[in-house]
Nanobody, 119 residues
Framework: QVQLVESGGGLVQPGGSLRLSCAAS????????MGWYRQAPGKQRDLVAT???????NYADSVKGRFTISRDNAKNTVYLQMNSLKPEDTAVYYC?????????????WGQGTQVTVSS
């Protein structure tokens, strides 16, 4: 079975940087689309960034110019480089990977990793 494991979250001061990783384990034939979402306390889960099989990227307006999404299909991993972090970036960050296994194509969610930006 496929499982996504996230890492890289933590506590950082405003203006700092963090790099999140999300690795998918299992027998995976192909990564199709990868994305990061975040959910702050009392708020809905929102899209942060996505990257397609063609490496086209899409970012929420609030993170453009500060965050960079990238992928490594050979490692079944998606990354989110977060620079110039702001307190409003504080949230639980979830990765989502649309992938193909023997059972077909579907998406999977990571367990979430906490990012806290505070002085």
């Amino acid at each position: 079975q496929v499982q996504l494991v996230e890492s890289g979250g933590g506590l950082v001061q405003p203006g700092g940087s963090l790099r999140l990783s999300c690795a998918a384990s299992g027998i995976i034939f192909r990564i199709v689309r990868m994305g990061w979402y975040r959910q702050a306390p009392g708020k809905q889960r929102d899209l942060v960034a996505t990257i397609t099989s063609g490496r086209d990227t899409n970012y929420a307006d609030s993170v453009k110019g500060r965050f960079t999404i990238s992928r490594d299909n050979a490692k079944n991993t998606v990354y989110l480089q977060m620079n110039s972090l702001k307190p409003e970036d504080t949230a639980v960050y979830y990765c989502n990977i649309d992938l193909v296994t023997m059972g077909g194509r579907r998406d999977y969610w990571g367990q979430g990793t906490q990012v806290t930006v505070s002085s």
